[in-house]
């Protein structure tokens, strides 16, 4: 009330009664997304809430004693990738071509878009964000610049005295073709004065003055000896925007309406050609052996990125599949023979993939009525799922642990919920533990809360204080209905310290857990975590300063022993090593005990800095 009497004119969203959240976070509408929608009471009177079902405004809602009412969907999306809504330096930013996916799935499915963008501790929109939303402005502008449909004729199997058909191509939504009193479907032909390639059908509904009628249309073009049907889908509105799955060239094109609520209009047709010569490469889910591929109808060349940088002409070439069983951000660009880049593709991969990882223990799955069995938790399959009985053990709560077979750094989990659009065992409320040897357990988290997973049941990703650990252990104490039970599509744990740091600089390997080179690694990543490896298992490492660009290493030996000669050598990811040049060597000390003290410096290369440095004893 006290906008409505300050501020008559402001519209009011979201559980209010001007605009519709549509109903995830995702910055997708309905395929079939009505503006007009049915209220059990009067508006005066009704309990304004979000509305999340599949179907608002169909036939079937259309109940005798409803009220009809405007109420055109809202579709909220953060520019950051990961569900991110308030900035931060670490987070990723959703691609150009990704931007442009959002403005076709919300407002050209009849709804506005809502983009969040996150300023930085400037106040100001970080730079990485608006190296995205240019290419999708200009590509938004150029695609829609020109309609091809201009100068067509257009002729209506049916129309009134008042509406005819030449009105959808006067670029005036205040005039319309309607078809003949008491007709419920259509039909609009377009022949241009030449043939043209489009892969843009756009359709506007007369919303101002008739509201939203049409049911169902399809789209059909002329081969030059028959009618191809392009397309054939729902709603229309105040737009619709139908992207082909290839351009199409003709002189002709048709649009039927099949089905409408008393007489269609149609206020606007549009052809267009999508703005962009070099699509984005396409990038694959994350298999359950932690390879991504990358793809492109084109056969161009494909770049890509692994570390956060974004991709050049220069970047690594596509030839095989990419490892990533760390997790990050792959980011990809075709590349065309004359050196052209294309826009560019991004998708992160959140957590470790669950190679030889195993389910310890579970104390609920349903595997009598359908294959919801906990290993399905860790199959790296976001369609399948864990889910507790149906019939039995329907108290909360419900766990489930993971062994992930070796101890490493863990700097928080990843819940997915299930992704079939069902709502059964959703997780809200959980703890979360972790443990070396699956007796002994730690809680990282006691109660931890999944804030709008009702609304968003999006990846869910949460950080703690590194601990090093082998086993898992997920415990649901609250699902976001009453029912009792637990799902899952996907559970992982997040790498932390130096497997975190190896991730972002794209050092992408199952290593070096393993430590297949007996380097000590598995040390050097304790070492990391302010842990003193030396203290705790007597390790040969040894601290290692850097001064003005010299790294310097101190060596203690006792005269007399059989004599070793020191060497160098460098590797820029832990895997290969090479032989290190201009070391210095010094005497800087001898020690009471008779021992003396070396110094070992070695000027770190300014072209490609080596990451890691080691020293090589050989005995004479």
């Known amino acids: 009330s006290l906008i409505s009497n300050l501020q008559p004119s402001a519209v009011v969203a979201v559980s209010a009664p001007d605009v519709r959240w549509v109903g995830n976070e995702g910055g997708v509408a309905r395929q079939s997304e009505w503006s007009v929608i049915p209220l059990s009471s009067s508006p005066d009177t009704f309990s304004w809430h979000d509305m999340t079902a599949t179907d608002l405004g169909g036939r079937d809602m259309l109940t005798f004693g409803s009220y009809l009412w405007w109420y055109p969907a809202e579709c909220d999306v953060t520019i950051q990738n990961g569900d991110n809504w308030f900035w931060s330096a670490s987070h990723t930013v959703a691609s150009a071509s990704t931007l442009v996916g959002y403005y076709y799935s919300s407002v050209g499915l009849n709804a506005n878009l809502l983009l969040d ?162 699509y984005p490469p396409t990038i694959s889910h994350r298999g359950t052996n932690g390879l991504v591929t990358l793809a492109n109808t084109s056969g161009y060349t494909m770049v890509y990125t692994v570390d956060g940088k974004t991709p050049t002409t220069g970047s690594t070439v596509y030839s095989s599949p990419i490892a990533l069983p760390l997790g990050g951000t792959l980011q990809a660009a075709c590349l065309t023979p004359q050196g052209q880049l294309g826009m560019v593709a991004s998708a992160s991969f959140t957590g470790w993939v669950p190679m030889g990882w195993t389910v310890a223990a579970v104390d609920s799955q349903e595997t009598v009525q359908a294959n919801n069995a906990a290993v399905n938790a860790i199959d790296g399959d976001p369609s399948t799922i864990w889910h507790t009985s149906w019939n039995s053990n329907l108290a909360l709560p419900h766990y489930i642990t993971i062994d992930t077979g070796t101890s490493r750094w863990i700097g928080g989990f990843t819940y997915l919920p299930r992704q079939d659009g069902s709502p059964n065992g959703i997780v809200q409320n959980y703890r979360f533990e972790t443990s070396t040897d699956g007796v002994k357990w730690i809680t990282n988290v006691t109660a931890g809360v999944f804030g709008n997973i009702r609304n968003n049941p999006s990846l869910q990703e949460v950080t703690f204080a590194p601990v090093k650990a082998r086993f898992f252990r997920f415990t649901a104490l ?78 203690r030996y006792q005269p007399g022993l059989p004599d070793v000669t020191p060497s160098y050598q460098t590797s820029p990811d832990l895997l290969t090593w090479s032989a290190a040049v201009g070391v210095v060597t010094n005497g800087i000390a001898s020690n009471p005990d008779g021992t003396q003290t070396l110094q070992l410096s070695l000027q770190q290369p300014t072209t490609t800095p080596a990451l890691f440095l080691r020293l090589v004893l050989t005995a004479l």
Not at 511 to 540: C, E, K, R, W
Request: charged residues 10%.
């Open 117 to 278: 963008l996150a300023p930085d501790t400037r106040g100001l929109i970080p730079d990485n964000q608006l190296a995205q939303l240019q290419p999708m402005g200009w590509i938004i502008a150029n695609t829609f610049a020109t309609n091809l449909a201009a100068g067509a004729t257009v002729i209506a199997d049916t129309s009134n005295t008042t509406n005819n058909p030449t009105n959808v191509l006067d670029g005036n939504l205040d005039t319309w073709w309607e078809a003949a009193s008491g007709q419920t479907n259509g039909t609009l032909t377009l022949t241009m004065p030449a043939p043209v390639t489009f892969d843009v059908v756009s359709l506007q509904e007369a919303v101002a003055e008739r509201s939203q009628r049409i049911e169902s249309f399809a789209v059909d073009t002329w081969n030059g000896s028959a009618w191809i049907t392009a397309t054939s889908l729902t709603t229309v509105g105040h737009k619709r925007l139908v992207q082909l799955s290839s351009p199409v060239t003709s002189s002709q094109v048709r649009v039927r309406i099949t089905g409408s609520r008393l007489e269609p209009t149609i206020a606007e047709v549009g052809l267009f050609k999508q703005a962009i010569a070099i």
């Open 478 to 555: 609250q699902e976001i209905n009453t029912n009792g039970w637990t799902s899952a599509a996907e559970l992982s744990v997040l790498p932390a310290g130096f497997d975190a740091w190896r991730r972002d600089l794209g050092l992408q390997t199952n290593g070096p857990l393993s430590d297949p080179y007996n380097i000590g690694s598995p040390l050097l990543m304790d070492y990391f975590q302010s842990v003193n490896p030396v203290a705790t298992a007597g390790s040969p490492l040894a601290p290692v300063t850097a001064t003005n660009g010299w790294f310097q290493f101190n060596v």
